[in-house]
């Protein structure tokens, strides 16, 4: 799969604003400060194919870009965590969250982002259980990871997959670790997503 070979197709505010439910998509989630939009547009090498921002929660709706074919699509949720939004707001991208992950026909896989300094976060938690409740296939990106050393990065990776299988014993659930700003990790995760697609 040529993953840079992608076009934005567009925006959801509400389940009945995405496309058909046809195909193959693989969603992109995470905290809002985790570098999911970073790793989307190095996965795609467009530089601004999802908009980075220094501040969090700018993700308001679900956006969908195609690939080739067009009936297999990359997904970018909106963040979750630390946005600086009203209440309802946030209550109304649960619901679509929901609504999405659970209802999706044709979601074949969640793309998690996690920040490497301070994994496995309560919400991340709820996100990977949620997926596998679902008997959805979750794919951890331990992001940010040139912020830390050989030997921190080794450490860390151990400890996730040693909490993962202790919590979760699923082989729907993997993980790895990832540089946007280093390229780090980006072959592992096309090498996932080309499994996901191609089933």
């Known amino acids: 799969m040529n993953y840079q070979n992608v076009t934005f197709m567009t925006s959801a505010a509400k389940s009945d604003q995405c496309p058909d439910d ?3 998509e693989v969603a992109f989630a995470g905290r809002s400060n985790s570098g ?3 790793a989307l547009n190095t996965l795609t090498k467009h530089k601004a194919l999802a908009r980075v921002s220094k501040t969090p929660g700018r993700t308001q709706l679900i956006n969908f870009f195609a690939l080739e074919p067009e009936e297999n699509r990359l997904v970018d949720l909106p963040g979750y965590g630390y946005a600086k939004v009203p209440v309802a707001v946030r209550k109304s991208w649960q619901s679509m969250l929901e609504m ?5 026909e044709s979601l074949k896989g969640i793309i998690l982002l996690v920040d490497s300094r301070h994994p496995l976060k309560e919400f ?3 996100m990977i259980q949620y997926a596998l409740d679902l008997n959805t296939p979750i794919h951890l990106l331990l992001t940010k990871s ?3 050393s050989n030997n921190q990065q080794a450490k860390t990776i151990m400890l996730v997959k040693k909490e993962l299988q202790n919590k979760y014993q699923s082989d729907l659930c993997t993980v790895q670790l990832f540089s946007s700003l280093k390229n780090n990790g980006v072959d592992l995760l096309v090498s996932q997503l080309d499994n996901w697609f191609e089933k």
């Open 100 to 104: 999405y992950l659970s209802k999706r």
């Open 22 to 24: 046809i195909g193959s």
């Open 124 to 126: 991340d938690l709820v």
């Open 36 to 38: 999911k939009s970073s």
């Open 146 to 148: 040139d912020k830390l």
